[in-house]
């Protein structure tokens, strides 16, 4: 009995300990990620602070409390990328595909999206500066999928 408890709870540290390796953030910070794929991917936690990161992938993947400050996300797929809770202050996201992103209580202030789609984009409680949010306004449109939340309506634009 004692020898099966003690084996039973030698496994599970073993488990515990490589899922815990799984799951800890990782940092891409000031690294040149241009073309990588990370799609459907769990990087929640992770730093991409001043990373390159050009027509790489993140399609559907867990970007929950990432910090992406002055970031490049030229022509990056962030199509179904939940951003909950993530910093992206200062980030490029010229030509970036955010349809469907969860961007939930993201910090956004000063980043740029020059030709960036973001059809059913959820920017709910998110923080932007006022000629950001005039800037997507004039481009809002769907529905998230995920939180049934309307482009326009997380933006908070007039009709």
């Given at each position: 009995m004692v020898r099966g408890l003690v084996l039973g709870l030698l496994l599970w540290s073993l488990v515990g300990?490589?899922?815990?390796?799984?799951?800890?953030?990782?940092?891409?910070?000031?690294?040149?990620?241009?073309?990588?794929?990370?799609?459907?991917?769990?990087?929640?936690?992770?730093?991409?602070?001043?990373?390159?990161?050009?027509?790489?992938?993140?399609?559907g993947a867990n970007l929950r409390g990432t910090v992406f400050s002055a970031a490049?996300?030229?022509?990056?797929?962030?199509a179904g990328?939940?951003?909950?809770?993530?910093?992206?202050?200062?980030?490029?996201?010229?030509?970036?595909?955010?349809?469907?992103?969860?961007?939930?209580?993201?910090?956004?202030?000063?980043?740029?999206?020059?030709?960036?789609?973001?059809?059913?984009?959820d920017f709910s409680e998110a923080i932007l500066d006022g000629a950001q949010v005039k800037f997507l306004c004039a481009r809002a449109t769907g529905i998230n999928p995920q939180t049934g939340v309307a482009t326009r309506d997380s933006l908070g634009c007039d009709d």
């Open positions: 300990g490589w899922l815990g390796a799984i799951a800890k953030p990782l940092s891409f910070s000031h690294a040149n990620l241009q073309h990588r794929d990370f799609a459907g991917q769990d990087l929640s936690g992770s730093g991409f602070a001043n990373a390159n990161m050009e027509g790489a992938n993140f399609q490049i996300a030229r022509d990056t797929n962030f990328a939940d951003f909950t809770g993530s910093f992206l202050d200062q980030t490029d996201f010229a030509r970036a595909d955010l349809r469907d992103a969860v961007l939930v209580d993201t910090l956004l202030l000063r980043s740029t999206f020059d030709y960036t789609t973001i059809a059913g984009a």
